[in-house]
């Protein structure tokens, strides 16, 4: 039952985590979209800012779905036999 409750904590924390993904992935798109002087240093700076908040995003996003997956079992390898001939 104890797993379960982890499995529920990790769902709930994964859920957060990729609002927060898809946020910075917008903000990323959006300054992609919008770069009015794309040789401007400061354009440059914002736009490896944005994309290094996207990208820890989804490095947390990532851990925290791999954490679930090692909570899931795999069923037992024994199967019933064909029917299909």
């Given at each position: 039952m104890?797993?379960?409750?982890?499995?529920?904590?990790l769902?709930a924390r994964?859920d957060?985590?990729?609002?927060?993904?898809?946020r910075?992935a917008?903000k990323l798109?959006a300054?992609?979209?919008?770069c009015?002087?794309?040789?401007?240093?400061?354009?440059?700076?914002d736009?490896l800012k944005?994309?290094?908040?996207?990208?820890?995003?989804?490095?947390?996003?990532?851990?925290?779905?791999?954490?679930?997956f090692k909570?899931?079992?795999l069923?037992?390898?024994?199967?019933?036999?064909?029917?299909v001939?």
């Amino acid at each position: 039952m104890e797993e379960f409750g982890n499995r529920r904590k990790l769902l709930a924390r994964m859920d957060d985590v990729f609002g927060v993904y898809s946020r910075e992935a917008e903000k990323l798109s959006a300054l992609m979209a919008d770069c009015r002087d794309p040789f401007s240093w400061s354009s440059y700076h914002d736009l490896l800012k944005q994309r290094t908040a996207e990208v820890v995003a989804y490095e947390k996003y990532r851990n925290i779905k791999d954490e679930l997956f090692k909570l899931v079992h795999l069923p037992p390898l024994e199967r019933p036999e064909s029917t299909v001939n």
